[in-house]
């Protein structure tokens, strides 16, 4: 509570220290004279600091005031989590199920039971202030004058100002009907094979007499599903050889359907099986009005095709909802992620294509340092711009036009002094589904040993992102793999400095380091595929890296272009 009274006394203490004007020496009638005349002089700059005095003490005051009622309300909520939401899963401490637990680390754990409420994303709110929107609109000023230099130099060096155009055209457009094609596909399988086929199983199992039997057919079922969803946008990505952009498009769209489907069977199974704690979410509508989710064995179709295309990986039977929308909102999201893409575009185009498009004639240790570091700036402004874009203004743009009014879509991950803290805030939406359906169950299923959780959250996260990059780039380099379920993993494990500023230069030391290897030599893989001939005959030979055995051309480098430029 000294916390929430010190503006007050600052306020106080403002108040009895009221700047006071120099008189002479010991004439009270002087210094009275000379007092009332500067008052007046000064009274309109001392008003203006007063009020920004205030002001200050004011904002000081409800920041403090935040602070502790939101500990206030996060203690609240573990207690009622501890006892009502059924028996935890015993610590490895020995903890007693239904008691709070006295590990440290197991304090701070969430619950399982995700509550969605209504709150804004956190750039949203910084960019309310007008130091951090000064901030953004540089960084708009930054993109105007580097389209406009790569147009003229576009002119200069080809006589087309819209060279770099075609490259985009070429990666999202090209092959347009087909991604579309692919995109309502999957979707159709999702809607028949996921809600469809759960929907009869769950209103007709109490109709056989061993249902257990019925249950295991249906886990089957589910299984071949899954590895259905799994190869066949695959193989048609493949198939009709889709550009990088839209692989990626089918690719991701793939994941996030399989985990959503994960998602909606994992939350309504119990329900159908006629298991106790059924997970629900209670929201309110638009007027205030408290909605109670229904009991059923299957939910309504309009929930379950609500939750298809709402941004989040956790079913719920409700979410809290915003009242109207707002489409200038949504136009300005939308807006801002095709001016991140644009601005990647260039960024490729102008530092890295440059670099790697002729890899081949410089091979060693030379030209791959010089390119690491080359790579490490320009990987990071994409990284940067590929978050801002999907993470903040592209599910902004979709929660707003599903009324959706949970936005904590990822936290403030720049901060973050350890590695543990850049997972759990960098993408909250696949880290919530991670943490519910991952993490919590292998921790029921190895009873509370958490290192066999965290490495099987780990295993799973990497090897999907490796088979994101194999998809996309048509090449077998498992970077991703090894930097986020290796050294990734160690790190999160090993690194936990004391010094709060320090971590986080060192922190983002790694990230630039980490993102300039990937781009390095994922670009690099590409192209020694492209340049250079194979050496491999045997079948296994697409598991070795082509940069290895990088000896010969295929085509000839570009006769203007060196290994750095």
Request: overall charge neutral; charged content about 15%; hydrophobic content about 45%.
């Amino acid at each position: 509570m000294n916390d929430i009274g010190e503006p007050q006394l600052r306020l106080r203490r403002l108040l009895n220290d009221y700047p006071e004007p120099e008189g002479g020496q010991n004439d009270t009638v002087e210094r009275e004279d000379i007092q009332h005349t500067v008052g007046l002089h000064d009274h309109n700059v001392t008003n203006h600091r007063f009020r920004e005095k205030l002001h200050d003490a004011k904002r000081d005051f409800m920041g403090k005031l935040e602070i502790h009622v939101d500990t206030i309300i996060d203690e609240l909520g573990r207690e009622i989590d501890a006892t009502c939401s059924g028996p935890p899963v015993q610590a490895a401490n020995g903890t007693r199920p239904g008691s709070l637990p006295t590990d440290q680390h197991a304090k701070k754990r969430p619950s399982k039971n995700k509550e969605f409420i209504a709150q804004r994303s956190v750039l949203t709110e910084l960019l309310e202030v007008t130091h951090f929107e000064t901030i953004h609109n540089i960084f708009v000023a930054v993109l105007i004058i580097f389209a406009i230099n790569q147009v003229a130099n576009d002119i200069k060096s080809h006589g087309n100002p819209w060279m770099h155009a075609d490259f985009i055209h070429e990666q999202l457009l090209s092959k347009i009907p087909v991604v579309i094609c692919l995109w309502l596909a999957m979707h159709a399988i999702v809607v028949i094979g996921t809600y469809f086929c759960f929907h009869y199983w769950a209103n007709t199992r109490d109709s056989f007499e061993n249902k257990e039997v019925i249950d295991y057919i249906a886990l089957a079922f589910y299984i071949f599903f899954i590895g259905v969803l799994l190869c066949v946008p695959t193989y048609y990505v493949i198939y009709y050889d889709l550009p990088g952009a839209s692989s990626s498009v089918i690719i991701l769209e793939q994941l996030r359907l399989m985990m959503k489907t994960y998602s909606f069977i994992r939350e309504n199974a119990p329900r159908a099986m006629g298991m106790p704690c059924v997970l629900t979410q209670e929201s309110t509508t638009p007027t205030g009005d408290k909605i109670n989710s229904s009991r059923t064995l299957c939910p309504d179709f309009s929930k379950f095709l609500y939750f298809m295309f709402a941004p989040t990986l956790i079913y719920r039977d409700s979410y809290p909802r915003t009242p109207y929308i707002r489409w200038r909102y949504v136009v300005t999201n939308i807006m801002q992620c095709l001016g991140c893409i644009i601005y990647t575009n260039f960024i490729f185009a102008r530092y890295c294509l440059p670099v790697f498009r002729s890899f081949g004639s410089g091979r060693g240790i030379e030209f791959f340092v010089r390119a690491l570091f080359n790579s490490m700036i320009p990987a990071t402004c994409a990284f940067m711009l590929l978050f801002f874009a999907v993470l903040h203004s592209w599910l902004n743009a979709f929660a707003e036009i599903c009324c959706f009014a949970d936005r904590m879509f990822y936290n403030a991950w720049w901060n973050s002094t350890s590695f543990s803290g850049f997972f759990r805030n960098w993408n909250v939406v696949v880290h919530d589904w991670l943490y519910n359906y991952i993490y919590l169950d292998m921790m029921s299923v190895t009873r509370g040993n958490r290192a066999w959780s965290y490495t099987m959250v780990f295993a799973i996260s990497s090897i999907f992102h490796e088979y994101v990059m194999i998809i996309i780039l048509r090449v077998f380099y498992p970077i991703m793999l090894f930097l986020f379920g290796g050294v990734g993993f160690l790190f999160m494990l090993i690194f936990k400095p004391k010094q709060q500023r320090l971590a986080n230069i060192i922190f983002w030391c790694f990230i630039f380091s980490g993102n300039g290897v990937i781009l390095c030599l994922y670009s690099m893989e590409v192209y020694a595929s492209i340049n250079c001939v194979s050496q491999y005959n045997f079948p296994m030979a697409f598991l070795l890296p082509k940069m290895w055995s990088c000896y010969s051309y295929t085509i000839e480098p570009l006769s203007n272009t060196s290994a750095i430029q």
